[in-house]
């Protein structure tokens, strides 16, 4: 009988979903694996989707209403979906023979009673009080908090991508420091890991990579770039992702664009900024590390696991339009700065924020919970 593992997420999308569906693939390439995307089994049910609309806007109505709250979001975080969801998955994998279990994310609990689970998220919702009063004061209801606490519970190891969620893991829900594993994350964008274009950091260009404009902070940085260029008038600033009506001399607003056609825009940078208000992990950082860039950002969420101050970048406060200013233009004005910060960060991309490396420190885990002790085959490389 062949070796299986059951692999679920929420969907497809995000990219970094199918990524690790293939790292953890890689690691067991002995096994077989059966995915399952957690909104395709809720859509095959009209009656759940229905019930759940009503559990939705009887939980938060006023809060969606207020616009403090959106319903896609809100939706999947009622103890109504979360038990059916687990049904579901229950249902699905009880049908199988399974080595393990493997989640995305801790919005639901696909675990089920006799079989390892793991669990792999760049969050915890109780995390979100550290980043503002507002985001303190804009919890989901107590009941599916309690639910999110038995993910942790029935997981075998928690694996996370910062070492705020693993604080948070262990003081804000009870988890033992040894039941999680710090294992990070890696680029989802397919990037050049040399330095192509602009090699010498000459030209004074700022990237901003993000969707949405305001939570990254992108209103602040258009201010600091006023302020940046006063000093340095050839500055650019290109914007990737989002598309703000600007009318900034200097500044390229290009919208989206596909993950395969980032490299140009990364090579034809010098300085990295995105100053964020709210960031689980910010995964365009890693791109831009591999990349050697050095960055300018906030010291917010996980970000300042992979940005050290005065080695790669600078960190600043939230909301500090002249810090923003001033470290951009202390990198601008100094190239070979810029290209040291830019080796570091592309070091530690090497070091500890490659798929490899993540797909390594699954596998290390894993083994240890199923008490094996002869690894599979290691992943060479990942396919998306």
Same mark, same amino acid.
């Given at each position: 009988?062949?070796?299986?593992?059951? %692999?679920?997420?929420?969907?497809?999308?995000?990219?970094?979903?199918?990524?690790?569906?293939? !790292?953890? /693939?890689?690691?067991?390439? &002995?096994?077989?694996?059966?995915?399952?995307?957690?909104?395709?089994?809720?859509?095959?049910?009209?009656?759940?989707?229905?019930?759940?609309?009503?559990?939705?806007?009887?939980? *938060?109505? =006023? &809060?969606?209403?207020?616009?403090?709250?959106?319903?896609?979001?809100?939706?999947?975080?009622?103890? $109504?979906? %979360?038990?059916?969801?687990?049904?579901?998955? /229950?249902?699905?994998?009880?049908?199988? +023979?399974?080595?393990?279990?493997?989640?995305?994310?801790?919005? %639901?609990?696909?675990?089920?009673?006799?079989?390892?689970?793991?669990?792999?998220?760049?969050?915890?919702?109780?995390?979100?009080?550290?980043?503002?009063?507002?985001?303190?004061?804009?919890? @989901?209801?107590?009941?599916?908090?309690?639910?999110?606490?038995?993910? @942790?519970?029935?997981?075998?190891?928690?694996?996370?991508?910062?070492?705020?969620?693993?604080?948070?893991?262990?003081?804000?829900?009870?988890?033992?420091?040894? =039941?999680?594993?710090?294992? @990070?994350?890696?680029?989802?964008?397919?990037?050049?890991?040399?330095?192509?274009?602009?090699? &010498? *950091?000459?030209?004074?260009?700022?990237?901003?990579?993000?969707?949405?404009? =305001?939570?990254?902070?992108?209103?602040?940085?258009?201010?600091?770039? =006023?302020?940046?260029?006063?000093?340095?008038?050839?500055?650019?600033?290109?914007?990737?992702?989002?598309?703000?009506?600007?009318?900034?001399? +200097?500044? /390229?607003?290009?919208?989206?664009?596909?993950?395969?056609?980032?490299?140009? *825009?990364? /090579?034809?940078?010098?300085?990295?900024?995105?100053?964020? *208000?709210?960031?689980?992990?910010?995964?365009?950082?890693?791109?831009?590390?591999?990349?050697?860039?050095?960055?300018?950002?906030?010291? !917010?969420?996980?970000?300042?696991?992979?940005?050290?101050?005065?080695? +790669?970048?600078?960190?600043?406060?939230?909301?500090?339009?002249?810090?923003?200013?001033?470290?951009?233009?202390?990198?601008?004005?100094?190239?070979?700065?810029?290209?040291?910060?830019?080796?570091?960060?592309?070091?530690?991309?090497? &070091?500890? @924020?490659?798929?490899?490396?993540?797909?390594?420190? $699954?596998?290390? +885990?894993?083994?240890?919970?199923?008490?094996?002790?002869?690894?599979?085959?290691?992943?060479?490389?990942?396919? !998306?």
């Amino acid at each position: 009988m062949s070796k299986r593992i059951a %692999f679920i997420r929420p969907k497809a999308w995000p990219l970094a979903n199918r990524i690790v569906e293939g !790292v953890i /693939q890689g690691q067991f390439s &002995d096994h077989e694996m059966d995915v399952f995307d957690i909104s395709n089994l809720v859509r095959k049910r009209p009656d759940i989707i229905l019930a759940n609309c009503i559990a939705t806007f009887l939980l *938060y109505g =006023k &809060d969606i209403l207020q616009g403090k709250k959106k319903f896609r979001l809100a939706f999947w975080r009622t103890p $109504f979906i %979360f038990h059916w969801t687990r049904r579901l998955v /229950q249902k699905k994998i009880a049908a199988g +023979n399974y080595s393990f279990s493997f989640q995305m994310q801790s919005l %639901f609990d696909a675990s089920t009673p006799g079989i390892p689970h793991f669990v792999y998220t760049d969050h915890t919702h109780l995390e979100n009080r550290h980043y503002s009063p507002a985001a303190a004061g804009n919890l @989901y209801s107590p009941g599916w908090i309690a639910l999110e606490k038995e993910i @942790y519970q029935n997981a075998a190891r928690i694996f996370v991508r910062s070492s705020n969620v693993r604080h948070s893991l262990i003081d804000e829900y009870g988890c033992r420091a040894e =039941k999680t594993a710090l294992v @990070y994350a890696g680029s989802n964008a397919s990037l050049s890991p040399t330095k192509t274009m602009n090699i &010498d *950091y000459a030209q004074p260009n700022i990237l901003f990579v993000g969707l949405d404009w =305001k939570r990254k902070g992108g209103p602040d940085l258009v201010e600091a770039f =006023k302020i940046v260029r006063a000093e340095c008038p050839k500055a650019k600033l290109t914007i990737i992702g989002a598309e703000p009506e600007l009318h900034l001399e +200097n500044c /390229q607003v290009v919208g989206k664009v596909p993950p395969e056609n980032l490299d140009r *825009y990364y /090579q034809e940078a010098s300085v990295f900024c995105l100053p964020t *208000y709210l960031e689980p992990f910010g995964i365009v950082f890693i791109e831009a590390m591999t990349t050697h860039l050095p960055i300018v950002a906030t010291r !917010v969420g996980a970000i300042p696991d992979f940005v050290e101050e005065g080695k +790669n970048g600078f960190l600043v406060g939230p909301g500090d339009i002249q810090g923003i200013a001033s470290a951009l233009v202390r990198l601008l004005q100094d190239p070979p700065l810029c290209r040291t910060f830019g080796e570091y960060s592309y070091q530690l991309t090497q &070091d500890r @924020y490659s798929w490899i490396s993540v797909g390594r420190k $699954f596998q290390e +885990n894993i083994l240890e919970v199923l008490g094996e002790t002869h690894p599979a085959k290691p992943m060479e490389s990942t396919k !998306v």
